[in-house]
């Protein structure tokens, strides 16, 4: 049974960036069973879907994420790590990461194939001075 937890700093600093772990277990991260993605919660909002990575370490970003997100993957730790650039207070949310199907185009269908998929307990992320 696959298992995820993820990890940050909890509080970083507007323009930094951040890094997020996500460790698995039960699994390879390099299983060609799941892709592997990010999805937040800000205070107030729905889920979003940040981006996933693949067995081929293929990369997908959601366009409001895309251009300051990073994927990466480590098979001899079996983590999954996250980057994101140039934070604001509006990246202030808790970050799960999700093992699931994938790949899918629009962001709506990346969620909506998530739903009910192994998902860790989350981290909480505050960006503030």
């Known amino acids: 049974q696959v298992q995820l937890v993820e990890s940050g700093p909890g509080l970083v600093k507007p323009s930094e960036t951040l890094f997020l772990t996500c460790a698995v277990s039960?699994?390879?991260?390099?299983?060609?069973?799941?892709?592997w993605s990010w999805i937040r919660q800000s205070p107030g909002k729905g889920l979003e879907w940040m981006g996933a990575i693949g067995y081929q370490e293929n990369t997908y970003f959601s366009p409001r994420f895309r251009g300051r997100t990073f994927l990466s993957r480590e098979a001899s730790t079996n983590h999954i790590t996250l980057r994101l650039s140039s934070v604001t207070p509006e990246d202030t949310a808790v970050y799960y990461c999700?093992?699931?199907?994938?790949?899918?185009?629009?962001?709506?269908?990346?969620?909506?194939?998530?739903?009910?998929?192994?998902r860790g307990p989350g981290t909480q992320v505050t960006v503030s001075a």
């Open positions: 039960g699994v390879s991260v390099t299983t060609t069973q799941y892709y």
């Open positions: 999700v093992a699931g199907p994938g790949p899918y185009g629009p962001d709506s269908h990346w969620l909506d194939a998530l739903q009910g998929r192994p």
